[in-house]
Nanobody
């Protein structure tokens, strides 16, 4: 059984940092990407960052570039999301996901979801 275990989020002030982690058990990641989506109140769900396991390529949404960094621990099947210079608009539930890669090695379908962790950024 696949399980994604996320660390707890938290409440921080604008400009501060927070690090999320997610560990996958019960599956291999070689042909997958692992990373984060988020859902803010009243907004559509959006990608944050993804780590392609085999190639090591990292994708970031525009808002995350320069502020967020995704990394991994291969031995633990874990990814980490370091979030710096947090803004109130980063307030959201962050979901760890595992995605299958398509024929062009691009993240395609979401196969596994974590339960989500709440990140709140106060102004």
């Amino acid at each position: 059984q696949v399980r994604l275990t996320e660390s707890k989020g938290g409440l921080v002030q604008a400009g501060e940092s927070l690090r999320l982690s997610c560990e996958a058990s019960g599956r291999t990641l070689e042909n997958h990407a692992m990373g984060w989506l988020r859902e803010a109140p009243g907004k559509d769900r959006e990608f944050v960052a993804m780590f392609l396991w085999r190639s090591g390529i990292r994708y970031y949404e525009e808002f995350a570039k320069g502020r967020f960094t995704i990394s991994r621990d291969s031995a633990k099947n874990a990814v980490f999301l370091q979030m710096n210079s947090l803004k109130p608009e980063d307030t959201a539930i962050y979901y760890c996901v595992v995605m299958k890669l398509d024929g062009n090695d691009k993240p395609h379908d979401i196969e596994d979801w974590g339960k989500g962790t709440l990140v709140m950024v106060s102004s």
